[in-house]
């Protein structure tokens, strides 16, 4: 199974920026599907953020359309996560995963350990 790193969170203010990424152990380039979840407390449920098929088309949450942008590197087994205009609501852990599926659902089947990103006001 492959594993998953992520690496890019920390603590910024509101409007700021962040990138994410999250590299492969091996190749991604095979018809993975690419993606990005967020959980903001423990107890809260884990929320599909973007994600990104082999073939580059790309799907988006409604809370981040138009200040997230998910992209992939086949060549360097890695997916980016570029974030603007932060807002305190986005603070969460980030987690990366791999999957099966199409360019208007997926199914995650491995998970890196995931990120966190504070956002603060």
């Known amino acids: 199974q492959v594993q998953l790193a992520e690496s890019g969170g920390g603590l910024v203010q509101a409007g700021g920026s962040l990138r994410l990424s999250c590299a492969a152990s091996?190749?991604?380039?095979?018809?993975?599907?690419m993606g990005w979840y967020r959980q903001g407390s423990p107890g809260k449920q884990r929320e599909l953020v973007a994600?990104?098929?082999?073939?580059?088309?790309?799907n988006y949450a409604d809370s981040v359309k138009g200040r997230f942008t998910i992209s992939r590197d086949n060549a360097k087994n890695t997916v980016y996560l570029q974030m603007i205009s932060l807002k305190p609501e986005d603070t969460a852990v980030y987690y990366c995963?791999?999957?099966?599926?199409?360019?208007?659902?997926?199914?995650?089947?491995?998970w890196g350990q995931g990120t966190q990103v504070t956002v603060s006001s």
């Open positions: 091996r190749s991604i380039s095979s018809g993975a599907v």
């Open positions: 994600f990104i098929t082999s073939g580059g088309s790309t």
């Open positions: 995963n791999a999957g099966l599926g199409g360019s208007s659902s997926y199914t995650p089947m491995a």
